[in-house]
């Protein structure tokens, strides 16, 4: 009765409101959007609305379409959950109906402050913005608005079909995420966000998106930075004539009696069923495509065309890119590139297993090396780029690391015991908040740098970077340039 006491007086005054700012009233902080007035919650100093809809549910006949504006309304709605994950085969939970966002703020803190978004991973057929990891109450409570976005995944997120993909493509995910994009810029000012001063920053799948989001013309100017997180750089997309050929195979796979005219009707249970049949095979069997509109090249291709967007960004890996998925990822870089375990022990002398010369071959290949090349790209372009090494593992973990993909993460947004992150240390949580700060500050500003934090050179000019070790953080230069080159020169041939 209390609870419906407080809706009903935070309604009344939401009338007498008029005004597009977020307000606190009492412990019920809440906005008015296009798509009604949203009454979120609140945990110590942040405010939370969670489980908001940017689209409306890609369901029915509306699967594999590009997503569609919600309906106005003047409705007040809690926001207090989270939406459901995008279907996946990880999550039983996981729904079809899953075009929601999150967003934290500072309660009680006047805007317009700046907004960051974040992409998640996954491979592009998991993950979610739901994820414990991913909750953003320390960024927020620096004063920072944060946004964390669910998309659409594997066959419902990439499928490309010649006659189920009638808009000409099948990046629905990436549709989904232009989608969320404009959502923030219409409606963030409502939340106390300022919609000129947008970051967009993921790791993994999630960088993947960005830069292609950089390489967009269609999203110019719906944000203004960039922090790409693991960016498997040289990637090589899909033509639409082999995306075709895949989404012909996964329709065949569906069964003899799922036509094109009734494939939107097929429950999810099958769907998946099919994902990952198709998956076993080929693990990276659902990503973007080159369709010649949203996606018109490579990202490798597009930086070095100048395409992207000339704006500040923050580009970088981890020392140790593997995780409990890599192994077909690894097998596939030393079969696609010739290499011999005698001539990996040439470029890393100091390693004897064969197991973690091929590690160090795949981090290196897929992701140190591409990202070095997209820095010196976007710097060559004139804008400002701060590249960086991540090499510290938290002190716990030492003596037994785990796979380093997705390490970062933790020390971003400073989350602890929770699945996937651990309980820090001392200078665990040192580290940490500096790392943060330096994501905070290059959100506010363009540039990572503040006081108390070590120096980070910019990229441009030559190799620099900021080395995250055990030991230290410090600019520097590439201390792995010469065997950097050498895995260049082999891209190249």
Known sequence: MRSLLALIVVSAFLCLAGSAMAQPVGQFPFALTREGQMLGGVEGEVAF????AYAAPPVGPLRWRSPEATAESSEMRTAYEYGAPCLQPSLPKAS?????????????????????????????????????????????????IVVTVNFRLGALGWLTHPALSEDGSGNYGLMDQIAALHWVHDNIAAFGGDPGNVTLFGNGAGATSIALLMLCDEVRGLFQKA?????????RLRSRQEAEAWGLQFVATLGPDAKETNARAIGPARLLAAEKKLLAKV????????????VR???AAGFAAGHEGRIPLIIGSNDD??????EPDIAEALASSGTAVDDLRKLYPDLAKASDLAARFYTDKVFSEPVRLLARLHAASGAPTFRYRFAYVPEARRTNPDGGHGRELQFIFGVEGVPGAGIFSRRDRELASRMRSYWINFARSGD???PDLPRWDAAAGGDRLLLVTNDRTASGDDPFAERLDRLASESRK
């Open 448 to 450: 990572p740098n503040g």
């Open 297 to 299: 090249e490579d990202i």
């Open 283 to 294: 693990p990276l069997g659902f990503a973007p495509t080159i369709d010649g509109s949203l």
């Open 227 to 235: 922090i790409l997180q693991s960016v498997p750089g040289r990637v």
């Open 321 to 326: 890119e593997t995780d409990f998925d890599s």
């Open 96 to 144: 079809e109906d899953c075009l929601t966002l999150n967003v934290f703020r500072p309660f009680g803190v006047d805007g317009p402050l700046p907004v960051m978004m974040f992409i998640h991973g996954g491979a592009f057929v998991g993950g979610t913005a739901n994820d414990p990891m991913f909750d953003a109450a320390k960024l927020a409570q620096a004063g920072l």
């Open 49 to 52: 609305f969670k489980g908001l």
